[in-house]
């Protein structure tokens, strides 16, 4: 992802939350784990996570 921590927002969330039946969230693409553990994570696990997911494809937002 180009965007800097500071230009991004807070959470890949898009309120399209499907962890509870899937290990892959079909909203933001974090895993469950990735999830549960956001909060604690540092900016550079963080980092990690947006730039794996936007390679995927994610967020993914509806409408």
């Not at 509870?20 to 990690?48: I, L, Q």
Request: glycine share 6%; charged share 25%; with cysteine.
């Amino acid at each position: 992802m180009s965007q800097s921590p500071s230009q991004r927002p807070d959470t890949p969330c898009v309120a399209v939350c499907s962890t509870t039946f899937d290990d892959v969230c079909r909203g933001c693409g974090r895993t469950v784990n990735e999830v549960a553990h956001w909060v604690f994570m540092t900016e550079e696990e963080k980092t990690k996570v947006w730039e794996r997911i936007t390679a995927e494809g994610y967020p993914r937002r509806q409408g």
